[in-house]
């Protein structure tokens, strides 16, 4: 019988869910947290007790310089995820439980994951966010307000087209949807307008979730309150029978856009299990959208913590890609060191293992997903980062296994390789982890970060760029919809912007089932969005949606309120 770690049966250990342990943590008052990390109280706006918004003026550049950035990213996850935020917050408590300055920057939780597949997004065990509950439900409202805000640009925009009818004036094509933050199949098409002529103008749109919205990229990229007007303004609704673009600034309504989020741009600071600041805000999927917490939080805990820890969605093929491409280049920072996060159930899975067996022992199926792991390292590498691989620790998990694991990293990758036990143990868990991060950025720092292409290449280089050395693909097409948006991005003079592919995150591939090596697989690209204002193309690969669906039997079956409380969420 294989050696099970004796620390390793979570589940009998603690006896409790993740919202137990975090109704049961005693939190300190947001404004204990603010005065210990050297926050003036004077910035901060108060959501209640435990919560609160922070000013852009908290942000102090000069500082920034001088401290050191972490990114969290992971191999290719199974369905249930990987637990990169556990990590994430794990490491930011194994760092202050070492005697250094940590802060966390993570992303807000979408309500489409928390009741639909993988439940709540704050960590889990004694490795979370808190308050839990408000944090994965409606918390600081900013959610309401990304999707209010573009909704409103969608009312106002049918409103226009109506009310300017008489004067000549049409769309040629539409290009703006709506959004809401569930997942709802039966809205990814639809038709407006029916009824009589007073109900408006018929025409074919659609839902996106709020996560993949336009608008939320604007507000993760936004430096100000003028740069987020100025980004809206940009916002392409799109074009007249002339072939004119149609933006949001030519109905004179980016203010009042502005206006709906000033209260969202402000990051979110809350805590951690532990007390550790953590400030949360923005929620793009990386599949969809960038997959990054919103500049400004980044930004405030670079200014705060000696060490800033921030992840990215996804895979390392897609939230990794994503957050230097795109986020570094924008915001003019990079890490010193990249965390990689390995289970060894996605190491099953990817190494052919059937997916019900996966927690089941199995050396050779470890072994056999490595190709994963090596294809992520070496991308990795590719954009010149020091990498530590952060294997997180789940129930069962054998000793053999995880050496394996921790020989193929130290011998065959020459990475740094440390266990993270933060989901049982909390900080003193993450301490291994923490220590290899900060020796990795003391002796090997990433290099200056090497952008995987330049801005002055069109997009279809910057396309090919990711998809041949990232994702490994063969041959790449385009739709003859996609074709007539490359144009139209030429026509624009938006060949500068970064790419931001949206593809699946179960493979390197455009195929979710598709778990072993791809090389040399065919790239779709059927669709190409324009976020002018975002600042951003995304290509879109494949049958990607960009409106998820409930699974079979979603999370909120199990979620419920007794006695007062919340129970269900994970």
């Known amino acids: ?67 050191h950035l972490v990114l969290v990213t992971a191999i290719s996850p199974t369905k249930a995820g990987i637990g990169k935020t556990t990590v994430s917050v794990g490491l930011a ?37 808190l308050p839990m509950e408000k944090i994965n439900l409606h ?4 959610f309401d307000a990304i999707t209010s805000a573009n909704n409103m640009i969608a009312v106002l925009l049918d409103n226009y087209i109506y009310q300017h009818a008489a004067d000549g004036f049409r769309l040629k094509t539409v290009l703006w949807r709506r959004v809401m933050d569930v997942n709802d199949r039966n809205l990814r098409q639809i038709i407006t307008g029916l009824g009589p002529d007073s109900n408006g103008i018929i025409g074919e749109s659609g839902f996106d979730i709020t996560p993949a919205s336009e608008i939320m990229a604007i507000l993760c990229f936004a430096t100000s309150v003028d740069d987020l007007k100025r980004r809206i303004g940009n916002i392409l609704l799109g074009f007249d ?14 203010g009042a856009i502005t206006a709906l989020l000033l209260d969202a741009i402000k990051p979110n600071l809350v805590q951690t299990t532990e007390g550790t600041p953590a400030f949360v805000h923005g929620g793009p999927f990386a599949n969809i959208a960038h997959g990054c917490n919103s500049i400004m939080a980044t930004k405030l805990a670079l200014t705060y913590g000696d060490y800033a820890v921030t992840e990215a969605g996804f895979g390392a093929d897609l939230g990794a890609e994503k ?15 990249t965390v990689v996060v390995v289970t060894l159930q996605a190491l099953k899975m990817h190494g052919g293992v059937p997916y019900e067996k996966i927690k089941e022992p199995n050396v050779a199926g470890v072994a056999n997903g490595f190709w994963n792991l090596d294809r992520h390292v070496a ?11 952060a294997f997180n620790l789940y129930a069962g998990d054998t000793a053999e ?47 200056p970060l090497h952008m995987l292409y330049d801005d002055d290449k069109n997009v279809e280089q910057k396309i090919e760029a990711v998809a041949r050395n990232i994702y490994g693909a063969g041959t790449i097409s385009y739709s003859r919809k996609a074709r007539r948006q490359l144009l139209r991005i030429q026509q624009l003079g938006l060949e500068h912007l970064p790419v931001c592919i949206a593809k699946t995150q179960y493979s390197f591939s455009t195929d979710p089932k598709a778990y072993g090596p791809t090389d040399g697989f065919h790239l779709d690209i059927a669709d190409i969005v324009i976020n002018s204002g975002a600042g951003m193309i995304v290509p879109i690969a494949g049958n990607i949606l960009r409106m998820p669906g409930l699974p079979n039997v979603p999370q909120a079956v199990n979620i419920d309120v007794v006695d007062g409380r919340i129970v269900g969420l994970s």
Do not use: W
């Open 1 to 67: 019988m294989q050696e099970i770690y004796s620390y390793n049966n979570i589940n009998a250990m603690t006896q409790k869910s993740d919202i137990e342990i975090a109704q049961s943590t005693t939190m300190v008052p947001i404004s204990s947290v603010a005065r210990e990390m050297g926050l003036d109280e004077e910035l901060l706006e108060p959501y209640g007790k435990y919560i609160a918004k922070v000013s852009p003026d908290a942000i102090d550049e000069e500082r920034m310089r001088s401290h």
């Open 93 to 129: 408590l194994g760092l202050n439980a070492i005697g250094k300055k940590a802060v966390v920057a993570l992303r807000e939780p979408s309500l489409g994951p928390c009741f639909g597949l993988k439940g709540g997004a704050c960590g889990g065990g004694y490795a979370q966010v």
């Open 139 to 142: 918390f600081t409202g900013d």
């Open 241 to 254: 029978y002339s072939d004119n673009p149609f933006y949001v600034r030519d109905m004179h309504v980016e």
């Open 323 to 337: 957050f230097y491409d795109i986020k570094c280049r924008k915001a003019g920072f990079a890490p010193d060191v």
């Open 379 to 389: 991308n990795i590498r590719h954009f010149g980062q020091s990498i530590v691989v």
């Open 401 to 447: 296994e995880i050496e394996e694991v921790r020989r193929h990293c130290e011998e065959d990758l020459h990475v740094a390789f440390a266990v993270n036990e933060a989901f049982m143990k909390g900080g003193a868990g993450a301490e291994a982890l923490a220590r290899k991060v900060v020796e990795t950025i003391n002796k090997r720092p990433s290099e």
